[in-house]
Structures are given as structure tokens and as C-alpha cells.
């Protein structure tokens, strides 16, 4: 069964580890020699592009929060439009 393992706006890596099959957007992947993608390749391939997505300036993060989001055991916290308010808040103090 092939499933999702990374997937960006540009990119979805799919494995199929019982058939050892791997690709990139639809496409098997291959090494530079033409031989097999091992899952160890593959796994090494993921975390350098989860890397290279991580390990990028941000300049806005939204979060989006919704019914439940600020419950804490048996009390409730503050509603979305709070928090929004409380989020507003601490970016603009940031600038």
C-alpha cells in the first residue's frame, strides 16, 4: 500500500514499503547510478527536504484555533476571538 510521507505545495514523497517502491510526485525515485531507492535512501531524502522546509525564514505564521483549542483539563481558557486578540497583540509588539 502506498502511502504519503511528505507533501509540500510543490512536493509529495509516496512509499510502498512492502513492494520497495519510492517516488517523488508520481515518479520513482532512482539514484544517481540508476540502481533501487533503499529505504534508507528514501528516509535520508525525507529528512533533508523536511529540513530545507524547516530551516527557512518565516515571516508570518498563522494559527488557527477552534472550538476546544484553549481547553486545559476541566477548566476552559479563552475563546478565538481572544486569542486572536492576545496573538494580535504579542505581533505587534514584535513589529
Known sequence: ??????ITNKMRYTANFI???FKKNG???????NSNYTKTDFISEIQ????????????????LGGAGSSISGDEFGK????????IDSALSEEG
Request: net charge negative; charged share 30%; aromatic share 12%.
Open 1 to 6: 500500500m502506498e502511502e504519503q510521507y511528505f
Open 48 to 63: 533533508q527536504q523536511v529540513g530545507n522546509y524547516v530551516n527557512r525564514n518565516f515571516e508570518q505564521i498563522v494559527v
Open 79 to 86: 475563546t478565538v476571538f481572544e486569542l486572536a486578540k492576545t
Open 19 to 21: 513492494e520497495v517502491n
Open 27 to 33: 515518479i520513482d525515485l532512482e539514484k544517481d547510478d
